[in-house]
């Protein structure tokens, strides 16, 4: 064989290889994540993104061939911002309101559901009755940028004091700037454990909204719709499999058969 032949057939074996290198890899989705929201998601130290709605977000990802990349933002405002701007593509943990409809296009298949509640000083005399208007008295901490549901998104009576995170809200709690917070309480409480003050809390029920959690796309992303068509027709097909029942289980989530019983 001609030195010519064997330089042509390790060309062309190259040109194979990097071809199948090529189709190996998968589209990258970039995803913003704002605060660390346990269980629903957030970084561990060593950055590895986790959380029952991001795992179950990856899994549906990786099912249409692309790869999560997770940018964490200190709060939700910056991840909202990110996805006006189109500088990442998704968020996987968001609920529908009239202002997020603006930047985002959303599933209509919740993929989980979330809670938001009413957190006191452990020593406080505040009763909550599931009447917004028996708190109206009170000062009530809140994020910017979230939604606790239409009813207490919509009241102007409340008199709601905005932060930017939830470790300010906490803190706010704590040291009597508001008499109330307004807060997943899985998340909040978990956050008073590793800061060595959970008893100072607790929670007030019943809840003030039951959230569906659904998956957004940016409106600046390129075909956007198509793509949340392919996310919800996944997530509609996941949520079925024993596979999404294990991602439930492992972050303390209760499968809403075993509710009823």
Same mark, same amino acid.
């Given at each position: 064989?001609?030195?010519?032949?064997?330089?042509?057939?390790? $060309?062309? &074996?190259?040109?194979?290889?990097? /071809?199948?290198? *090529?189709?190996?890899?998968? %589209?990258?989705?970039? =995803?913003?994540?704002?605060?660390?929201?346990?269980?629903?998601?957030?970084?561990?130290?060593?950055?590895?993104?986790?959380?029952?709605?991001?795992?179950?977000?990856?899994?549906?990802?990786?099912?249409?061939?692309?790869?999560?990349?997770?940018?964490?933002?200190?709060?939700?405002?910056?991840?909202?911002?990110?996805?006006?701007?189109?500088?990442?593509?998704?968020?996987?943990?968001?609920?529908?309101?009239?202002?997020?409809?603006?930047?985002?296009?959303?599933?209509?298949?919740?993929?989980?559901?979330?809670?938001?509640?009413?957190? $006191?000083? &452990?020593?406080?005399?505040?009763? /909550?009755?599931? *009447?917004?208007?028996?708190? %109206?008295?009170?000062? =009530?901490?809140?994020?910017?940028?979230?939604?606790?549901?239409?009813?207490?998104?919509?009241?102007?009576?409340?008199?709601?004091?905005?932060?930017?995170?939830?470790?300010?809200?906490?803190?706010?709690?704590?040291?009597?700037?508001?008499?109330?917070?307004?807060?997943?309480?899985?998340?909040?409480?978990?956050?008073?454990?590793?800061?060595?003050?959970?008893?100072?809390?607790?929670?007030?029920?019943?809840?003030?909204?039951?959230?569906?959690?659904?998956?957004?796309?940016?409106?600046?992303?390129?075909?956007?719709?198509?793509?949340?068509?392919?996310?919800?027709?996944?997530?509609?097909?996941?949520?079925?499999?024993?596979?999404?029942?294990?991602?439930?289980?492992?972050?303390?989530?209760?499968?809403?058969?075993?509710?009823?019983?």
């Amino acid at each position: 064989m001609t030195n010519l032949a064997v330089r042509l057939i390790l $060309a062309l &074996a190259l040109a194979v290889f990097s /071809y199948q290198v *090529r189709a190996a890899e998968k %589209a990258v989705i970039r =995803i913003a994540m704002p605060e660390d929201f346990y269980p629903f998601y957030a970084v561990d130290r060593d950055g590895t993104p986790g959380g029952a709605s991001y795992e179950i977000a990856e899994a549906v990802l990786e099912k249409l061939g692309y790869e999560a990349q997770v940018t964490q933002y200190s709060d939700m405002r910056g991840a909202l911002q990110s996805m006006a701007a189109g500088s990442q593509d998704m968020m996987v943990n968001l609920t529908s309101t009239p202002e997020r409809d603006k930047l985002a296009l959303f599933t209509s298949t919740p993929h989980i559901y979330e809670t938001q509640d009413l957190i $006191a000083r &452990a020593d406080s005399p505040i009763e /909550y009755n599931g *009447r917004l208007l028996s708190i %109206a008295q009170f000062k =009530i901490g809140v994020n910017y940028g979230w939604t606790y549901g239409p009813e207490f998104d919509s009241t102007h009576y409340l008199t709601k004091a905005p932060v930017l995170d939830s470790v300010a809200q906490l803190k706010g709690l704590l040291s009597g700037t508001f008499d109330l917070a307004i807060n997943n309480q899985q998340y909040f409480l978990s956050s008073a454990d590793r800061l060595g003050v959970r008893s100072a809390f607790k929670v007030l029920t019943p809840s003030v909204h039951v959230l569906p959690v659904n998956l957004a796309v940016s409106r600046r992303m390129p075909n956007a719709e198509a793509f949340r068509d392919q996310l919800e027709q996944q997530v509609r097909q996941y949520i079925t499999t024993p596979d999404y029942r294990l991602i439930l289980r492992k972050y303390g989530f209760v499968l809403p058969a075993e509710a009823a019983q």
